[in-house]
């Protein structure tokens, strides 16, 4: 038995993770406000790379990350077929190109093996070369991951959001929350830029953000950090490349969409300043997994780059996310996805909403405790 639903839930941030979030709770009959102080998707999760991937992911994250999976295999159910139709199931391949990354490979498949996860897998140079002829240079073999794929982005959330909308969520937009406490009466206040509301919930996905926002409530000091992980987007070409595809030990992601165009990126990160909310571009950094994309498909290396970008996410020392209930009654976060969160989104909202309603979650969230840095 949950709580119940007359109970009122303000989500900070609308992002993926509090659009899903926003989106399981309504879907619950409760009263849903998210504030996004840009637009729903402006910032991480409209500008990432779309990589929907379980490959590679942290040990303790797996579980999270193949629960979110079963919701993206069964996203017309939740978000319709129209904004379902943006994500492109395929295989996710992480090659190995020397020693080093073949030694990654294949101690990674053990571990996962000991743990009891069959859903990564093992391709010899032969069968790599056997699934993707296209690949040039020293392969050695590679992880997969069939049903891994990607989606854009922004039309995910924006397919959250809608659906958030459908089951009776308010979403505002343009409206920075700048101050919230909590009264003696157990009710939170929330100062926004445009005027102030009361909410027995506060969810906090306010992604780089975040931290800001526990502080102004007055809960743990959070050690995260903002920066700009980085994109680059190629003109046009023939299809040539069905799936995602990553470098053991090195610093590459490249696809390429439905457009033709190749999309390069994998975690090279500039600066981020959270008071502008601008997000750099460090050239060489990128040159670095484009030259690696050109190598591995030297197509690319005729494609001429259209534009490169960047987007402001937040990391926590560990690589894992927070998401668990804060230090005061009624805070709920969801945030530090370092660089990572996308795929987790649909999952880390169910989570959210069961953490608010009082429902057992469908995995443990031990490794995601916002009281792990004390
Ligand atoms: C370039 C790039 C590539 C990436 N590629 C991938 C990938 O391929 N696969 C993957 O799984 N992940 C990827 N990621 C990571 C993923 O995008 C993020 O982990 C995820 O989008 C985080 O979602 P979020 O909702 O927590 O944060 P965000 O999308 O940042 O949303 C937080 C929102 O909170 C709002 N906000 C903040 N403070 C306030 C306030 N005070 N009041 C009101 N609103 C506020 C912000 O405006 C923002 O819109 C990538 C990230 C980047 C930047």
Request: aromatic share 6%.
């Amino acid at each position: 038995m949950g709580r119940q639903s007359s109970e009122r839930v303000v989500i900070v941030g609308g992002g993926i993770q509090g659009c899903a979030a926003a989106y399981f709770l309504a879907r619950a009959g409760w009263s849903v406000t998210v504030l996004e102080k840009d637009n729903i998707g402006r910032h991480a999760s409209g500008a990432n790379a779309g990589g929907v991937r379980r490959l590679g992911r942290d040990l303790r994250e797996v579980p999270l990350s193949l629960a979110a999976m079963d919701i993206w295999k069964d996203l017309p159910a939740y978000i319709g077929e129209e904004a379902a139709a943006a994500f492109h199931p395929s295989f996710y391949m992480k090659v190995a190109i020397d020693d080093k990354g073949h030694g990654l490979g294949l101690d990674r498949i053990r571990m996962l093996e000991n743990a009891g996860y069959q859903h990564e897998i093992w391709l010899s140079k032969r069968e790599l070369k056997k699934r993707l002829p296209q690949l040039e240079g020293p392969l050695l073999g590679g992880v997969l991951v069939e049903g891994d794929g990607w989606a854009v982005p922004w039309r995910i959330v924006r397919g959250f959001a809608k659906a958030a909308l459908d089951h009776g969520a308010e979403i505002l937009e343009g409206c920075q929350v700048v101050q919230f406490s909590r009264h003696s009466s157990g009710v939170w206040k929330i100062e926004t830029a445009t005027g102030s509301l009361e909410s027995d919930w506060v969810v906090n996905c306010a992604g780089a953000w975040a931290a800001r926002l526990a502080r102004k409530a007055g809960d743990l000091d959070f050690p995260l950090s903002a920066h700009a992980p980085m994109l680059a987007i190629t003109e046009r070409r023939a299809p040539v490349l069905p799936a995602v595809l990553g470098v053991l030990g090195h610093t590459l992601s490249l696809k390429q969409l439905d457009t033709g165009q190749f999309l390069i990126g994998g975690g090279v990160r500039a600066t981020a300043d959270l008071e502008t909310d601008k997000a750099g571009l460090k050239i060489p950094e990128m040159a670095t997994s484009i030259r690696l994309a050109c190598q591995l498909l030297p197509g690319i290396s005729v494609a001429g780059i259209l534009r490169c970008w960047s987007g402001i996410e937040g990391y926590m020392p560990d690589d894992l996310p927070v998401i668990g209930m804060g230090g005061l009654p009624g805070l709920v976060h969801g945030f530090g996805f370092s660089a990572h969160g996308f795929q987790l989104g649909p999952g880390v909202g169910e989570v959210l909403a069961d953490l608010v309603i009082a429902r057992q979650t469908k995995v443990s969230l031990k490794p995601f405790c916002p009281s792990r840095f004390g």
